[in-house]
Nanobody
Framework: QVQLVESGGGLVQAGGSLRLSCVAS????????MGWYRQAPEKQRELVAT???????NYAESVKGRFTISRDNAKNTVYLQMSSLSPEDTAVYYC????????????WGQGTQVTVSS
């Protein structure tokens, strides 16, 4: 059974920082591309950042220079370090894993709430 479990969300003041973690089980973590997405109220889910199995990263323009995605394959964990947070970053943040083994396998976590107060 595949599980992606996010943690680290919470309430923070504007300008503050948070680090999100996502622990994966039931997948071969090291071969997966991992990503963070977010969904604000009444908005579509959007990409925040991804990291490939080789460590190549990609960021949404809105978070470049403020957020850093990283992974620890030994711990089956992907992180999202968020700094200089603004109220516009308020959303539920989701972890996603993607790999292709004959077919596409995609899994989502349950999400963690990040609220940034002004």
């Amino acid at each position: 059974q595949v599980q992606l479990v996010e943690s680290g969300g919470g309430l923070v003041q504007a300008g503050g920082s948070l680090r999100l973690s996502c622990v994966a089980s039931g997948i071969i973590f090291s071969i997966n591309t991992m990503g963070w997405y977010r969904q604000a109220p009444e908005k579509q889910r959007e990409l925040v950042a991804t990291i490939t199995n080789r460590g190549n990263t990609n960021y949404a323009e809105s978070v470049k220079g403020r957020f850093t995605i990283s992974r620890d394959n030994a711990k089956n964990t992907v992180y999202l370090q968020m700094s200089s947070l603004s109220p516009e970053d308020t959303a539920v943040y989701y972890c996603k894993s993607v790999t292709f083994l004959g077919r596409l396998y995609e899994y989502w976590g349950q999400g963690t709430q990040v609220t940034v107060s002004s």
